[in-house]
């Protein structure tokens, strides 16, 4: 990648997935979108459950599986398109400098791995100057880094002794591990309580402002974006249908879906509401 690069991190252009199908016609799940994101910018895309935002981010990483295929448009990574890279290449890319951090952890984790055995083969992978002492310090480093608390004894655990919030910061010391400067987190806090989520947020926020890592976070809920976003990008039915500042958003929507989206918000009326009817 371009080191003397000065536009955005990332710039995806005119972007087309589509997925095949039995029939004759694929069918179009991302319909040419374009938007940016800076370094050191947290960018929210939302958008309701099948509007295209998963498949977006999928897309950028060269994840996409079960018939889906990019067809048209770039994904431009510090100048260079991703598109035009090897698969070799782009798993070069991949881990080292662009990461995910996927929704559900539980089926993203290895069950019949320890935690410390999953961190270190994403730094093995990318990393593999490093000694087996370097590597075990360095995953001890990340598990603190997500505010893991007795992270020597937590790295020797299997996913499934851990709660759901902590399943999370492991999946984001993964993300990390390689100190990437794109962070993909699609839908992190969904399973997670209000408490575990507000706790999920502030590390990405931290994350963000202490390493200067671009963040793409993907969500169908927009009080969160008003807690996390710097820009926001609404999809709907795979297309682009607004882009603004987050407050320029809340304050002035455009569009109707967007304005949709808002009044679906719970508020503290609805909530009072609510107990009422009940």
């Given at each position: 990648?371009?080191?003397n690069?000065t ?17 004759k016609?694929?069918?179009t799940?991302v319909?040419?979108i ?6 050191g ?7 309701e ?8 981010s999928?897309?950028i ?7 889906g295929?990019?067809?048209g ?5 510090q100048g260079?398109?991703?598109l035009?890279?090897s ?5 070069q ?11 559900e952890?539980m089926?993203?984790?290895n ?8 961190i270190?083969e ?5 990393q ?6 370097q590597v075990q310090?360095?995953?001890?480093d990340?598990l603190?880094q997500?505010?893991i608390p ?6 020797n ?7 759901g919030?902590?399943r ?7 993300a990390?591990a390689?100190?990437p400067k794109l962070l ?8 997670l309580d209000?408490?575990t989520?507000?706790?999920i947020l ?10 200067g890592?671009?963040v ?11 807690d996390?976003?710097?820009r926001?990008v609404?999809m709907?039915?795979g ?7 987050v407050f320029?958003?809340?304050d002035?929507?455009q569009?109707?879906?967007t304005?949709?989206?808002m ?5 503290i ?6 107990s009422?009817?009940n």
């Open positions: 990648m371009s080191k690069h536009g955005p991190l990332l710039s995806v252009n005119h972007l087309v997935t589509e997925f095949e199908t039995r029939g016609n694929n069918i799940v319909d040419d374009s938007f940016h994101v800076n370094e910018e947290i960018v929210a895309i939302v958008g459950s099948g509007s295209g935002k998963s498949i977006t999928l897309s990483m060269g994840l996409l599986k079960n018939g295929h990019v067809t448009g770039a994904i431009l990574y260079t398109d991703l035009k890279l698969k070799k290449e782009r798993r890319v991949r881990g080292k400098e662009m990461s995910m951090i996927f929704q952890p089926s993203s984790l069950p019949m791995l320890r935690i410390k055995s999953q270190a994403a730094i093995n992978i990318h593999p100057a490093k000694s087996k002492k310090e360095k995953v001890i990340l603190k997500v505010e007795d992270a020597e004894r937590v790295a655990r299997f996913p499934h002794q851990l709660s919030g902590m999370q910061r492991v999946m984001i010391a993964i990390l390689c100190e993909i987190a699609d839908e992190p806090t969904t399973a209000v408490t989520q507000a706790q502030a590390l990405i926020k931290d994350l963000n402002k202490r390493r890592t671009g793409i976070f993907i969500t169908h809920d927009l009080s969160v974006v008003a996390i976003a710097d926001v609404v709907y039915q297309k682009i249908v607004e882009e603004a500042d320029q958003l809340f002035h929507p569009h109707a879906y304005k949709k989206l009044r679906a918000m719970p508020t009326e609805k909530k009072a509401g609510d009422h009817a």
